[in-house]
């Protein structure tokens, strides 16, 4: 079955980094665009950055252009998002997804908190 776990969450300071890592596995990862999207308290999921199956286009949310890269490796079956410039804004649970018809696939989630 499809699995995909988070990792990499934490507290980190404005201004600071953070790389996030998604494990995938129980599908053909090379096969499929990868997306981040992330929920703060009170607020809907929104979509933060999108990857083609070979990691040859990418996309992002205009609240983060700029500050943050998605990419993948599809040899380990990962996604990542590599953070920058973070601001106490871009807290939030960040979630990876997949759609893999007809279902929509969610990791647990990591939590990401910027603050000082």
């Known amino acids: 079955q499809v699995q995909l776990v988070e990792s990499g969450g934490g507290l980190v300071q404005p201004g600071g980094s953070l790389r996030l890592s998604c494990a995938a596995s129980?599908?053909?990862?090379?096969?499929?665009?990868m997306r981040w999207y992330r929920q703060a308290p009170g607020k809907e999921r929104e979509l933060v950055a999108i990857?083609?199956?070979?990691?040859?286009?990418?996309n992002y949310a205009d609240s983060v252009k700029g500050r943050f890269t998605i990419s993948r490796d599809n040899a380990k079956n990962t996604v990542y998002l590599q953070m920058n410039s973070l601001k106490p804004e871009d807290t939030a649970v960040y979630y990876c997804n997949v759609w893999k018809s007809p279902y929509n696939y969610w990791g647990q989630g990591t939590q990401v908190t910027v603050s000082s």
């Open positions: 129980g599908f053909i990862f090379s096969s499929y665009t």
């Open positions: 990857i083609t199956s070979t990691g040859g286009g990418t």
